[in-house]
C-alpha cells in the first residue's frame, strides 16, 4: 500500500513538473531557443500535449484570432521577422523546418476551435496563409511595440520640463 501511494506521489510530482514546465515557457527569441523548443517538443509526447492544451486555452473567436493569439507565445517579433511559413525568399528562414512547433500551432489552434479529424487537412491548409500573414507583420507589430518611428513619419520634438510651454504669453500665476 505504501508502495502504491509513493508511486502516486511521484506521479503527481512529475505532472506538477510537466504543468511548471509548459507555465515557463517564453516566446523563443533566437533560433537556438526555437531549436531547443522544437526538439523539447520532438522528445517527449506528454510534454507536446501539454503544450498543446494550455495554447489551445489561448482562445480566438475564428482561425486568425486563435492564430495570431498563439504565435506570439511561441516567437518574439525579433525572431519572428527573420521567417516566413517556407522560406522560399532569402534571408527569411522556414518555419516549417521546425516540424513539432508547427504541429502545436496546427493542433492547438484546431483543438480551439473544435475541429474533428475529418476536417484537420482543411484547416492546416487554411491555418497556413494565417500564420504566414502574422511572420509577414512582425516587423511593423515590433516597430510599434518598441514605438520606433515609422519611415517618412515626420518626429515631433521633444518638450523638455524646464523649456515650458512654447507659448510666450503664458502666464503660470493665472493657473487655478
Known sequence: MLQ?????IGNTNKRN?????VASI?????DEALAALNEKLAQSNSFRQNVIKRL???GGNDMRAT????MPRILSNRL?????FCGRRAPKKALNAYKYVVEVIFKATRRNLGSTDSTASHADVILIPIIGDWLKHAKSRKSAQEDVPVPG?????????????ANEDYDESTDV
Open 17 to 21: 513538473v510537466l504543468i511548471d514546465d
Open 26 to 30: 517564453e516566446p523563443a527569441d533566437s
Open 67 to 70: 492564430v495570431y493569439n498563439i
Open 56 to 58: 489551445s486555452v489561448v
Open 4 to 8: 502504491t501511494i509513493l508511486a502516486a
Open 153 to 165: 513619419v515626420p518626429v515631433l520634438p521633444s518638450m523638455s520640463e524646464e523649456e515650458g510651454p
Open 80 to 84: 519572428a521577422k527573420t521567417y516566413s
